[in-house]
């Protein structure tokens, strides 16, 4: 399963670039604004950092405006994805930018219906918002499960991209069901790596050698 970055913050995209654990980066406009700085230099320099694709989002809502802002977000780097809405217009957007060989990322996706509609048009993923399904009493991960199985049985190339994601027990769900990406924000991946046994367990065996620099020379020579 592919682990992409839900941020536009750069110091974590690089921290976590070094790992060799991010495979993509998705942004959304309330990321971009979180930063405070120029948005377009922002995600220029996204798309340099990261070699796999990384997700900007149209802020036009009507078909020939998502178009251009369309092509015009896709000369950033040949690594981007354009997040086009799921909307009438969107859907609209989508078959045309396949057309040009422009990859989406069909975004607020909440059924697996809407799923369908995005895998049809042509969209090279597919966004289904899971934490803010459970935000409202429903089992985002249903959508997950339904969408993966449909893509199945239909053999359609998009990508299921579970987004919305709040803890790391939704990367386990979505990875047992054989979702092809998962986006997190970053302190989702932090809480990933660490474990407080990893911790408990390094800091004894670090004290137990602390410990070898105590035994005397002499007892050291008779063990040999
Ligand atoms: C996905 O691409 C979106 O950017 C993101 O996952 C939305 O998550 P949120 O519900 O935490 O805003």
Redesign the pocket.
Known sequence: MKIFL?TANLESIRKYNAMGIVDGI?T?P??LAKEGGDPEAIMGEIVRTVRGPV?LEVINTEFEGMISEARRLSKFGKNVVVKVPLTSEGLRAVKQLSSEEIRTNV?LVFSANQALLAAKAGASYV?P?I??LDDIGHVGMDVIRDTVQIFKNYGYKTEVLV???RHPLHVVDAAKIGAHVV?MPPDVLAKMISHPLTNIGLDRFLADWEKTKEIPKAKLALSK
């Open positions: 839900d998705t959304n309330s990321l997700s975004t966004s918002f934490g803010r987004a919305s994601v986006t």
